[in-house]
C-alpha cells in the first residue's frame, strides 16, 4: 500500500480550494509500457495562496504543474487519484470542458517568454486575441490590451502593442505573457520557472508584480523554481518532491529554517549561504543522481542517497511525521537531522599571483549599424591575475557578454584598445592569432546543449580539442583527453556517450573538460550553472573552485546570481552601459560602499534565509548604448541622483580603498553614512506608504 501525505481535503475552508491534488499518480508510456512519474501525490492551494514546488530537475514538478491544467503530452496516463481547481474534476472534463476551464478559470506562465509568443505578430495582435477568445470584440479586446498592460506595468503601452516580441527584453516579454495569462482574471496562475535567465532586478520586478495581481484578483499560484530565494520571498507554503514524492511540506520559515528531510536539507546545503567564501569550505553536493523515470523504487525514495540511510529504509515506507503546525515529512529519522555531515573544508588555502596574465587596456567598441554606431563597451580597464577569478555582474545589455567576446578576439575593439597577453599585445582578431592566443583563453557557454555536437561523442569531443589547441594527435591526444576528463570527474563510460544521453550537470562538466583541454590561462564562464539545478549548481562551482586552485588557471566569471559570484570571485566588477561602475575585491564589494547601482543590484536579490528586504527598485529600463543618458549614465535610473550634477557632468573614478573604484559624484564616506539607512522611495506619497 502506497503511504500518502495528509490529505488535502481534510482541511476546512470557507471556500474551495483553488487548486486540489489528490494521491495523483502518473505515468508515460514508453513503448508501450507505462513508466511511474507521480507516486500518490497531494497537496492543495488556496484562493490567494501561493505555493511552491522545489526538487531537482526530474523530480516531477512541471510534471504535477502540466497535470494540474491537464496539459499532458499523449503518452501522458493518469493512473491514479484526482485534480478539482475550484471545486470541479478535471479528470472527469471532455476536451471542449477543458478548452472552456483552461480560456476562463486557470492559465499558465513558462520560463521562456520567446517561446510562449508567435515571433511573426505584434505584441498588440496577441495580447488582444487572450480577450478575443473570451467574446469580447475586436475594438473592445484592443483596448483591453492596452489595459492590460498597463495593469503589468508597462509604462508605454502604446509602443509595446506595436512592437514584435524580438523588440522587446526579457523582462519586458514576460510582463506581456503575464498580462496575457491574466486576460480572464484566473482563479488558478501556473507558474513554470518564470524568471530563470532573468536579471536580478528584472526578476524582482517580475515577482513583486505576481504577489501585486495576486492581491488584486484573490488567484492562487503555482509557482516551480530552482531557486529557493524565489520561494522564500514569493510563496506561503512549499512542497519538496523526489522521484515524483512529496517528502516534505509546510509553509516556507517552517521548510527552509527548520527541514525535516535530509533531501531538503541537502537542497539548502548546496546553497552558497550567509556570505560563504571558496576560501571558506566546498560546498555540499547531494551524492548519486535521481533514478531514472519508472525505475522500481525501494521503500524511501531517496535512501540510495541519503546519509542516514538504515536498511530499515530501503524496506519500510516511511511514515508520514508531524513537526510544528502543519510542517509534516515523510522520513524515517527526522529527528537525526542534525547529524548529516557538514561541508568539508577546503585544505589548500587559495592563492593569486602577482602576474597579470589578460589586461585588457581602454577597450571599446563600436558597432557600426545603418541607423548609426552603437558604442558596447567604453574604455574599459581590466586585468586577471594568475589563479584569480573576476565575476562580472550587471543587467542584460550591460556589455558582459560584449566583453567577453571582445577578449576571445570574436569582436575586433575599437583602436586605442589593447588586450595583452603576459604583458605582449595579442592580436584583436581570433582569426589572426597564433595557437598559444587561442589556448590562452577558452570559453564556457550557459547552455551546453548549443555548444556540443550532439553527434559526436564525449571522446570525440575532447580530443578533437586537445588536437586543435596542443598539436597532439593519436593515442596522445585521446590518453591527454581522458585525463581531462577524468579530472572534471566523469568515467570512462561517460567517454562513449553522446551528449542528448547525459545529464545537464555532465554535458556542462564535458564543456568545461572541452575549455580545459589546452591547459588555458584564462576561461570565460558566462552564466555557466544559472540553468542547473542547485546540488549540480554546487557540484560545479567546486570543480571550478578545485581546478583554480590545483593548476591557478584565471576566470572571468559572468553571472546574474550575486550569491554564487560572492562565492566564487575574488573580484567583482560591476557594468552599465558598456562601462565599468564598480570595481574591486569581493569582500569590500559587499562591505560598501557601493556605487548606488550595486546597491540597488544588491538589494534585488531573494534570500533563501528570508532577511529583512530594502529592495531598491531600478526605474525603468537600462539606455540603450546608441544613445545614452548625459552625465553620469545611471541617472535616469538612480535613487541618488543630483540634479544638475549627475545629469551633466560625468562622474570622475574614486579610489574607496586599495583595489576598490566607484565611478560617481557622491564622496565615497557619504555614500556609506547613506546605505546605512534603509531606503525609502520618497517619489511615493506618504498615504501609499502607510498603506
Avoid at 121 to 131: N, S
Avoid at 464 to 483: I, P
Avoid at 564 to 582: C, N, P, S
Avoid at 666 to 681: R, S
Amino acid at each position: 500500500m502506497t503511504t500518502q501525505e495528509p490529505s488535502a481535503a481534510t482541511t476546512t475552508h470557507d471556500r474551495p480550494a483553488a487548486l486540489e491534488i489528490e494521491n495523483l499518480e502518473m505515468a508515460y508510456v514508453v513503448r508501450g509500457t507505462p513508466r511511474a512519474v507521480l507516486r500518490g501525490v497531494s497537496f492543495e492551494v488556496r484562493p490567494g495562496e501561493a505555493y511552491g514546488l522545489v526538487g531537482e530537475s526530474g523530480c516531477g514538478k512541471s510534471t504535477t504543474a502540466y497535470a494540474a491544467l491537464r496539459y499532458l503530452p499523449s503518452n501522458g496516463l493518469i493512473t491514479n487519484g484526482t485534480i478539482s481547481v475550484d471545486g470541479r474534476d478535471l479528470t472527469k472534463m471532455s476536451g471542449k470542458e477543458l478548452r472552456e476551464f483552461r480560456a476562463r478559470r486557470a492559465s499558465m506562465v513558462y520560463q521562456d517568454p520567446v517561446q510562449a509568443v508567435n515571433p511573426v505578430l505584434k505584441i498588440g495582435r496577441q495580447v488582444a486575441e487572450a480577450f478575443e477568445i473570451l467574446g469580447h470584440s475586436k475594438s473592445e479586446s484592443k483596448d483591453l490590451a492596452h489595459d492590460a498592460l498597463k495593469r503589468v506595468h508597462i509604462a508605454d503601452p502604446v509602443s509595446v502593442l506595436d512592437r514584435y516580441p524580438h523588440q522587446l527584453s526579457g523582462g519586458m516579454l514576460q510582463r506581456v505573457v503575464i498580462a496575457m495569462a491574466l486576460a480572464s482574471d484566473p482563479a488558478l496562475l501556473v507558474l513554470d520557472e518564470p524568471t530563470t535567465g532573468l536579471d536580478a532586478t528584472v526578476e524582482a520586478e517580475v515577482l513583486d508584480l505576481v504577489r501585486e495581481l495576486r492581491d488584486d484578483i484573490g488567484a492562487a499560484i503555482l509557482l516551480i523554481a530552482h531557486n529557493l530565494g524565489v520561494i522564500r520571498t514569493m510563496c506561503d507554503r512549499v512542497g519538496v518532491m523526489y522521484a515524483g514524492r512529496m517528502v516534505e511540506e509546510g509553509t516556507v520559515e517552517e521548510v527552509f529554517d527548520n527541514p525535516s528531510h535530509p533531501y531538503t536539507v541537502g537542497l539548502l546545503n548546496s546553497i552558497p549561504r550567509h556570505g560563504a567564501r571558496k576560501t571558506d569550505h566546498a560546498l555540499f553536493t547531494i551524492p548519486g543522481s535521481l533514478p531514472q523515470i519508472g525505475d522500481p523504487l525501494p521503500a524511501c525514495v531517496y535512501v540510495a542517497r541519503c546519509p542516514l540511510a538504515t536498511e530499515k529504509c530501503a524496506t519500510e515506507n516511511p511514515p508520514i511525521v508531524a513537526r510544528s503546525g502543519n510542517h509534516w515529512t515523510r522520513c524515517h529519522y527526522p529527528d537525526r537531522i542534525d547529524e548529516i555531515p557538514k561541508p568539508d573544508h577546503i585544505a589548500t588555502e587559495h592563492t593569486i599571483g602577482d602576474v597579470e596574465i589578460i589586461g585588457v587596456e581602454n577597450v571599446s567598441k563600436t558597432f557600426h549599424q545603418r541607423s548609426g554606431d552603437v558604442p558596447a563597451l567604453v574604455g574599459v580597464d581590466l586585468g586577471f591575475a594568475e589563479g584569480e577569478t573576476l565575476g562580472l555582474v550587471g543587467e542584460s545589455g550591460s556589455g558582459k557578454s560584449t566583453l567577453a567576446k571582445t577578449m576571445l578576439g570574436v569582436h575586433e575593439p575599437d583602436e586605442g584598445g589593447e588586450i595583452t597577453l603576459r604583458g605582449k599585445p595579442m592580436a584583436t582578431k581570433a582569426t589572426d592569432r597564433r595557437t598559444e592566443s587561442i589556448r590562452a583563453i577558452q570559453m564556457v557557454f550557459q547552455n551546453p546543449d548549443s555548444a556540443l555536437n550532439r553527434s559526436w561523442t564525449v571522446r570525440r569531443i575532447l580530443t578533437r580539442a586537445v588536437s586543435k589547441l596542443t598539436g597532439k594527435s593519436g593515442d596522445e591526444a585521446d590518453a591527454q583527453a581522458v585525463e581531462v576528463a577524468h579530472a572534471m570527474q566523469l568515467s570512462d563510460r561517460h567517454l562513449d556517450m553522446r551528449p542528448r544521453q547525459l545529464s545537464g550537470g555532465l554535458k556542462q562538466r564535458v564543456a568545461i573538460a572541452r575549455a580545459f583541454a589546452g591547459d588555458p590561462d584564462v576561461v570565460v564562464a558566462d552564466e555557466p550553472t544559472s540553468a542547473l539545478d542547485v546540488s549540480v549548481q554546487a557540484a560545479i562551482l567546486n570543480l571550478l573552485a578545485t581546478l583554480q586552485r590545483d593548476i591557478r588557471t584565471s576566470y572571468l566569471f559572468i553571472t546574474h546570481d550575486i550569491g554564487v559570484v560572492r562565492y566564487l570571485a575574488d573580484r567583482i566588477a560591476v557594468m552599465y552601459v558598456g562601462r565599468v561602475m564598480e570595481l574591486g575585491p569581493t569582500d569590500a564589494m559587499f562591505d560598501g560602499p557601493n556605487h548606488p547601482y550595486t546597491e540597488a543590484l544588491l538589494s534585488a536579490v531573494p534570500s533563501v534565509d528570508g532577511e529583512a528586504e530594502n529592495r531598491i527598485p531600478l526605474k525603468g529600463e537600462i539606455p540603450s548604448p546608441k544613445d545614452p543618458p548625459s552625465g553620469c549614465v545611471f541617472h535616469t535610473r538612480c535613487h541618488r541622483f543630483i540634479e544638475g550634477t549627475c545629469d551633466v557632468i560625468e562622474p570622475p573614478v574614486v579610489e574607496v580603498s586599495p583595489g576598490h573604484t566607484i565611478v560617481c559624484h557622491i564622496p565615497p564616506a557619504e555614500l556609506l553614512e547613506l546605505q546605512k539607512i534603509p531606503w525609502v522611495d520618497h517619489s511615493v506619497p506618504d498615504a501609499e506608504l502607510s498603506d
